[in-house]
């Protein structure tokens, strides 16, 4: 015996694969960051984060701690830090971001509040600097943010008097920041001074094929 098709079943049907089509389109959630350490020991390294990762200024007081590590290479590191939901917050720029260096003295400050981004460019050491985001207001609970970095690459030259001008250029600024790190080491405390030394010999070892590049390229 057949049996009975239910009149409403290829509504149903329909209905169905509509749910699925909008779940497939649907864009995942952000991932929201469970816990930030409240410490510069613990900073959390923005390397390690998810893509569309945010976090929360749960609390008034509430300080979010992250590293990210500079790289003397072809690459600009910087960081961007924006406004997703402003919770409490009363002040237009909601969220500060200053940077330190591994000693752990400020560097510099940007602020974000909703629609803009703080900006902050990471020096190119090869040494880990940490980040401390806050919420200027002091009443402040409930702001969720977006903490990201973005490596740009500078373009690469198209013909052979351009390579030959980067290829200049490279060794003109290898050699100028040996001598801007060697000047720059004899001021700092001893503390610094043992970071800069590490520095400079690294900076002694670019120098070398930044020479033997240009040689080559401008013969």
């Not at 098709?5 to 779940?23: C, E, Q, W």
Request: hydrophobic share 40%; with cysteine.
């Amino acid at each position: 015996m057949r049996r009975p098709r239910p009149r409403n079943s290829t509504l149903a049907a329909h209905a169905s694969g509509v749910l699925v089509a909008l779940t497939l389109a649907a864009p995942a959630p952000a991932a929201i960051i469970p816990e930030v350490s409240d410490t510069s020991a613990g900073a959390l390294p923005l390397e390690s984060l998810p893509a569309k990762a945010s976090a929360l200024i749960e609390r008034p007081g509430d300080q979010d701690w992250y590293s990210i590590f500079g790289r003397p290479d072809d690459q600009v590191i910087t960081v961007f830090a924006r406004v997703l939901q402003g919770g409490t917050c009363s002040s237009s720029q909601s969220l500060r971001v200053a940077l330190f260096n591994p000693e752990g003295r400020w560097m510099r400050s940007a602020r974000a509040g909703g629609g803009d981004a703080a900006t902050l460019p990471v020096p190119a050491n090869p040494s880990r600097y940490t980040l401390d985001v806050t919420a200027p207001d002091p009443a402040c609970a409930g702001l969720e943010y977006e903490v990201t970095f973005v490596p740009t690459e500078r373009p690469p030259p198209d013909g052979a008097a351009s390579r030959c001008l980067v290829a200049r250029d490279k060794r003109i600024v290898a050699q100028r920041r040996l001598r801007v790190l060697q000047r720059r080491r004899a001021m700092l405390s001893p503390g610094a001074q043992s970071r800069y030394s590490h520095y400079v010999s690294e900076a002694q070892r670019a120098l070398s094929p930044a020479r033997r590049s240009e040689s080559k390229i401008c013969a």
